[in-house]
């Protein structure tokens, strides 16, 4: 069983950075594919970007292309999501997920807690 725990989250302004990092236990992500989602409050789980087993495919929703990347560390134990001019509309939690099936848009098998980021204007 994979345990993912998420860090890095805060309060920002817009146009500021942050980077997010997922960190698995009892489990890395050299053999699954892991994925940011974020839900902003009232509204649905949000695809934000994922990160193919082999790390050299990625999937970024088109409000975050050019200003968020995801990548991995050397032992695929932790996952990041580097964010960078952030706008309000970033705000929401965002959680790590890993082990998607039908690609890194479809199901995912784990799921982190999440961590806060809000964005003020």
């Known amino acids: 069983q994979v345990q993912l725990v998420e860090s890095g989250g805060g309060s920002v302004q817009g146009g500021d950075s942050l980077r997010l990092s997922c960190t698995a236990s009892?489990?890395?992500?050299?053999?699954?594919?892991a994925g940011w989602f974020r839900q902003a409050p009232g509204k649905e789980r949000e695809f934000v970007v994922g990160?193919?087993?082999?790390?050299?495919?990625?999937d970024y929703t088109d409000s975050v292309k050019g200003r968020f990347t995801i990548s991995r560390n050397s032992a695929k134990t932790t996952v990041y999501l580097q964010m960078n001019s952030l706008k309000p509309e970033d705000t929401g939690v965002y959680l790590c997920?890993?082990?998607?099936?039908?690609?890194?848009?479809?199901?995912?098998?784990?799921w982190g807690q999440g961590t806060q980021v809000t964005v003020s204007s």
């Open positions: 997920a890993a082990g998607w099936i039908g690609g890194p848009t479809g199901t995912y098998k784990y």
């Open positions: 990160i193919s087993v082999s790390g050299r495919t990625t």
């Open positions: 009892g489990g890395t992500f050299s053999s699954i594919g």
